[in-house]
């Protein structure tokens, strides 16, 4: 179990040598600082855009330079020979007021599916703040990258999920033509070139370091890219159909911090002034992003502080990592270092992260479960790849990513600045539930939700309706299934030899299927914790069989249910033949059995989940054994699915095969091969 370490002064303070004044590379500060100031040339705007709004591709690809040796782009010299130009498109902007600017472009931003957010970038660009360019153009390129993967689906059929790919596409070439895609990779999407999506949003460039020119720039390429895709869609006779956004659900599982009020708000704003987890430089993007929660603005408070968040943890990472340089942005030939890097167990040479073992495993898991678990919102990945639909941005998660970062800030910081600060009842709400956090979107997380609402499911089935017992009996030549009682007796045995595993309070001497498979008790055993971070392969194998066969429970429960109800209300309406009266008496029959039996299995696979790491003591042919003993125990569901679905209704058949099934289950404990029986023999040894 990972483990949080004291955090030495040092850390604490995280100060450098030299105070941190940029975070970009001395090569990639003059490419994108200096590079397309040093020509003082410039350019008519009128052989850039027309007075209709329409753009000059010729004058624009013309400047984009190549590389003498082998054709590829000259990306240093495109740079220089484009910031003249991007000059001129900017002052052109500057020019407008947003009514003209609306009736000359507002047509060409149609086919991004974003024109009220294009419009308010070209406003962000009027107010001349560079904490809101940054922010404008951030949303920019999430949403070009996202309406460029609509246009590459016309032609294309799996979309690249990097932007770099998308753009070095030969689906989009056939659309715009490549000196054009070649235009879009000097500004986004190369590390060659000024790369302004990856600076931005993995937190390396501050708002001063973003020129206004190339948002500008940006936004009348988008515009230019409209006018070309006008001329494909009409030459081609196709339709672009834009993707549906991606939609947040089960947002009360997102629920762990109280709401954030007005006082925490202004709390936090001192926080960030004093804390250590913040560069100077980045100091207007915090600001940014508490104003943005304040007017309501919950997707901007987000796209804000996520790379804020990542900028604070790379100066930890570097910090305890002890590699300083590691703080500024990589050159084009080495890879940054982000969140992807940071969160994992071991550096690139091996050595073991210090990271996760300063900021604990609440911390670790609640970025895992927000960034990176595939069941869970994945919220950085969603609003930078245009994903989410940003004016219904649920409050609810931006909640949770700003009052984490107050924990963060409150950690990182010199405890004199902090005393007074953390002793206020709204920032020590935050910081209990921060040290509580479990995690909700692993696996091992999904599972147990998995069962617990199987088990709940099958805990309703006593209160179906059903045929009273006397008219039962009334029935002539009715034969009860001579199974039904061996199965419950083996359900019993197994349950006598698994007791031992169960906490103590639980051993009971008799009724054990009463007793031990209810809703409470397995609600307690999933309240164990159990270690989610970096699980060994063999672990994530074994819980894709634990929650195939959860499901499979789940749908045996649900066709259970609706047969039930169906064949009652037949029944009660006098409509059934007497072939189906004997059927549904089968299946009455039949529950009584497979009710214990679901919740046996339900049991097992909670009680094996608990002593899931044991599973890295098996050898591998003893592993191979183990993994084929849970397949046949998938195998027996699925088949139960087949057989108590409304077209199959083989009630006898259901009652046989669980009988193979336990007497399956009951020589593989008596074995002694099960988990919760090798973690017992490891702590005994």
């Known amino acids: 179990m990972l483990q949080a370490v004291l955090i030495p002064t040092e850390i604490q303070e995280m100060s450098l040598d030299d105070p941190v004044t940029t975070c970009l590379s001395p090569a990639v500060h003059y490419m994108v600082c200096k590079l397309g100031f040093e020509i003082g040339d410039s350019h008519s705007v009128n052989s850039i855009v027309s007075e209709n709004g329409e753009v000059c591709w010729r004058t624009i690809t013309e400047l984009v330079h190549y590389l003498e040796s082998d054709q590829n782009m000259d990306y240093i010299k495109s740079v220089q020979m484009l910031g003249p130009l991007c000059e001129s498109v900017h002052l052109h902007l500057q020019s407008l007021t947003m009514e003209q600017f609306e009736v000359q472009y507002s047509l060409w931003f149609q086919w991004t599916n974003c024109t009220e957010l294009l419009l308010e970038v070209f406003a962000a660009l009027e107010s001349m703040e560079a904490t809101a360019i940054a922010l404008s153009l951030m949303k920019l390129t999430s949403c070009l990258e996202r309406a460029l993967g609509d246009v590459f689906l016309l032609i294309g059929k799996d979309c690249p999920f990097l932007l770099r790919d998308l753009l070095a596409s030969q689906e989009l070439a056939a659309v715009f033509g490549q000196s054009v895609m070649n235009v879009l990779r000097v500004f986004i999407g190369s590390p060659y070139g000024l790369n302004l999506r990856n600076i931005l949003w993995h937190g390396f460039a501050s708002p001063q370091e973003i020129p206004a020119k190339y948002c500008s720039m940006l936004l009348i390429l988008t515009a230019g890219l409209g006018q070309l895709l006008k001329i494909y869609l009409l030459q081609t006779e196709t339709i672009l159909v834009h993707r549906p956004y991606i939609a947040f659900t089960n947002l009360k599982e997102l629920d762990i911090f109280p709401d954030i ?29 508490l104003t943005a929660f304040r007017q309501h603005r919950y997707a901007d408070c987000v796209i804000l502080l996520l790379p804020q968040l990542e900028t604070g943890l790379r100066l930890l990472f570097t910090t305890v990592n002890k590699c300083p340089n590691r703080l ?3 050159e084009t030939s080495s890879l940054y270092t982000t969140f ?7 550096l690139n040479d091996k050595e073991i992260n210090q990271l996760p073992l300063i900021l604990g495993e609440p911390s670790m898991e609640f970025l895992w479960d927000f960034l990176n678990h595939q069941e869970g919102p994945r919220v950085r990945d969603h609003l930078s790849h245009g994903e989410i639909n940003l004016n219904e941005f649920p409050r609810e998660i931006a909640n949770q990513i700003l009052a984490f970062s107050v924990t963060l800030l409150c950690r990182f910081s010199e405890e004199e600045e902090l005393a007074v600060l953390k002793e206020h009842t709204a920032i020590k709400a935050l910081i209990s539930c921060a040290g509580c956090y479990r995690s909700r979107f692993h696996p091992i997380a999904r599972l147990k939700k998995q069962v617990l609402e199987c088990m709940k499911s099958i805990s309703s089935w006593p209160e179906l309706p059903v045929m009273p017992e006397e008219q039962i009996q009334e029935i002539p030549g009715l034969e009860r299934s001579s199974e039904t009682s061996p199965c419950i007796f083996l359900t019993t045995e197994i349950l006598s030899q698994v007791q031992h595993h169960l906490p103590q309070n639980c051993y009971i001497l008799d009724d054990l299927i009463n007793n031990l498979l209810t809703e409470k008790l397995l609600l307690e055993l999933c309240s164990s914790h159990i270690c989610t971070l970096y699980c060994p392969r063999s672990v994530l194998e074994i819980l894709v069989v634990f929650r195939k066969i959860s499901t499979q429970c789940h749908q045996v429960s649900d066709q259970v249910i609706a047969s039930t109800e169906m064949r009652y209300k037949q029944w009660i309406n006098k409509i059934l033949r007497s072939r189906q009266r004997h059927n549904y008496l089968r299946m009455l029959n039949s529950i009584k059995f497979l009710s214990p039996v679901l919740r046996l299995i339900l049991m ?12 890295c003591e098996k050898n591998p042919c003893d592993y191979q054994q183990y993994i084929k003993f849970l397949k046949s125990i998938l195998q027996y569901t699925e088949n139960l699915v087949t057989y108590t679905s409304p077209e199959k209704n083989k009630w006898d058949e259901s009652t046989e095969l669980t009988h193979k099934a336990l007497i399956k289950i009951r020589t593989f404990s008596e074995r002694k091969l099960t988990l919760m029986q090798l973690a017992t023999q490891v702590k005994l040894s």
Request: charged fraction near 20%; avoid cysteine; proline fraction near 2%.
């Open 261 to 289: 009020n007005h006082e925490a708000l202004s709390l936090t704003e001192e926080l960030a002034k004093i804390s250590s987890f913040v560069l100077k430089t980045m100091l207007p993007f915090w600001v940014a992003a």
């Open 328 to 330: 500024l942005t990589a």
């Open 340 to 346: 992807d890097e940071m969160l994992t167990k071991q």
């Open 604 to 615: 097992l696979i909670i009680l094996e989940l608990i002593n899931i790491h044991a599973v």
